[in-house]
């Protein structure tokens, strides 16, 4: 099934302690291109996002969005500064033995002392995080190719009617072409009659001028071709990688065969039909870009 390189996808919910939210978007582009936007202190995420979406996306340029928030453990923890603590303590007995007063300090005294406590910031797990944030990432990036799959089935059944159109202009072209011979033909011994009058006509002459034209005009390796190249197209379309630079080559190679065939037709019927294979050529092409 083709994809189109347009697409979004988001998934939110509560993994290893956090409420993550990972958000994707994606727009055409020639290769893959990853860039994220991650909280402070995150930023060993990216490396792994983009890793891990490369697994499953060959083309595009894909932004992705990670919000996360703790909601089960502290951000930071309170530190207890014990050698400072045995300071005051010794202190505390100094001061007690030496002026004769009760050592009465409790442990509410103690925490008020300057820096006994002290706020620290606990220690990131980055495994720990980064499997919580997979674990988020492949939802978005479920929801997110299901977004692209269905796009792409629009793209192929879009393509799949435009080829239909260009064989059917095909088939007029090779109705059209051997006609073109006869009327050429036709057209010839009605000229050279009026050109010598009650002069007899050189039969093997006039074969041998339409044969000439025929093989001038002829288009038939053209037409086999061009067939040839939208069964491949067909093929590309119902296969399950990615394909849209094979199809883009293919393009150009059915705008090659065309042009052939509009610098050979001498007759108005086939040129003003090949404008019209261009412009479904061109429609196609324009949708193959937004294919992976």
Known sequence: MIRSMTGYGRCQDIAGGMNITVELKSVNNRYFDFTSRLPRNYG?????????????????????YVTIETVEEPDVIVAVNRPLIQSYLRAYAEISDEFGVENDIKVSDLVRAPD??????????????????????????????????????????DILSRLDTILDRVAFVEERSPQTVKEYNEKLI??????????????????????????????????VRLRSHIDHM???????????????????????????IGSKANDTQIASTVVDIKAEIEKIREQIQNIE
């Open 234 to 260: 067909r093929i590309f379309l119902d296969s399950d990688e990615a394909t849209g630079k094979k199809m883009d080559f293919l393009v150009q190679e059915m705008n090659r065969e065309v042009n052939t």
């Open 116 to 157: 006994v406590l002290a706020l620290r910031k606990q220690p990131e797990d980055e495994e720990k995080i980064w499997n919580a944030v997979e674990t988020i990432a492949a939802g978005a990036l479920k929801s997110f190719i299901q977004m692209r799959e269905s796009e792409g089935e629009r793209l192929r059944a």
């Open 44 to 64: 060993f995420l990216d490396e792994k996002l983009k890793s891990f979406f490369m697994k499953s996306l060959t083309r595009g340029k894909l932004e992705c």
């Open 190 to 223: 009605s000229r050279l009659n009026e050109l010598l009058a009650d002069t007899s006509i050189d039969e093997q002459r006039l074969l041998t001028e339409a044969a000439i034209f025929a093989d001038k005009i002829a288009v038939a390796e053209e037409t």
